[in-house]
T-cell receptor
Framework: GAGVSQSPSNKVTEKGKDVELRCDPI?????LYWYRQSLGQGLEFLIY????????KSGLPSDRFSAERTGGSVSTLTIQRTQQEDSAVYLC????????????FGPGTRLTVL | GENVEQHPSTLSVQEGDSAVIKCTYS??????FPWYKQELGKRPQLIID?????GEKKDQRIAVTLNKTAKHFSLHITETQPEDSAVYFC?????????FGTGTSLTVIP
């Protein structure tokens, strides 16, 4: 079946511009996660959704980052006034539920801020 | 919050030898420990996982052990092959947030 998809696959933007990254989870998955992976680094947890709700936003790096999820499906991660340090691969993952269900990752969006 | 540490950061082994990667965690409430393999330029893929009510789990050449008392878990790969070369991440969760280790870059030398 279809896996987690993300768009765009690559995004190059100028410093100060806003960007919107999209994640389409596996159908029926109630849990959705966003991570950031800088070059050669591990996975930095950003935020997770239970349905459309994000109980804990403390992982977001700054108030320039926001995320939403609608209809228990698609999620968007928005970065306002992008900075060069925002350059990274942004990964989305989904799982059936919580309590340690397997996470399936999307291919990621590579963001480059010039 | 949870803190996951992973060692070593890089590991080189000869083909056919075994590889062991170790992770420690800090939150005793963590109850699920997955391992992911990430090949260059690709997404992380789950290779094996273990829950806190189990001490060991094996899947062909891959095994994971968990010591809840010491709060550490390890990935064991036997009879390594060149295609095992990748970055491996451990993770721990209490059920909501996942905390990942910093990764181990494994190179299997033919």
């Amino acid at each position: 079946g279809a896996g987690v998809s993300q768009s765009p696959s690559n995004k190059v933007t100028e410093k100060g511009k806003d960007v919107e990254l999209r994640c389409d989870p596996i159908s029926g998955h109630t849990a959705l996660y966003w991570y950031r992976q800088s070059l050669g680094q591990g996975l930095e947890f950003l935020i997770y959704f239970q349905g459309n709700s994000a109980p804990d936003k403390s992982g977001l790096p700054s108030d320039r980052f926001s995320a939403e999820r609608t209809g228990g499906s698609v999620s968007t991660l928005t970065i306002q006034r992008t900075q060069q340090e925002d350059s990274a691969v942004y990964l989305c993952a989904s799982s059936v539920g919580f309590g340690g269900d397997t996470q399936y990752f999307g291919p990621g969006t590579r963001l480059t801020v010039l | 919050g949870e803190n996951v540490e992973q060692h070593p950061s890089t590991l080189s082994v000869q083909e056919g030898d075994s590889a062991v990667i170790k992770c420690t965690y800090s939150d005793s409430a963590s109850n699920y420990f997955p391992w992911y393999k990430q090949e260059l330029g690709k997404r992380p893929q789950l290779i094996i996982d273990i829950r806190s009510n189990v001490g060991e789990k094996k899947d062909q050449r891959i095994a994971v052990t968990l010591n809840k008392t010491a709060k550490h878990f390890s990935l064991h790969i036997t009879e390594t092959q060149p295609e095992d070369s990748a970055v491996y991440f451990c993770a721990a969760t209490t059920g909501n947030q996942f905390y990942f280790g910093t990764g181990t870059s494994l190179t299997v030398i033919p």
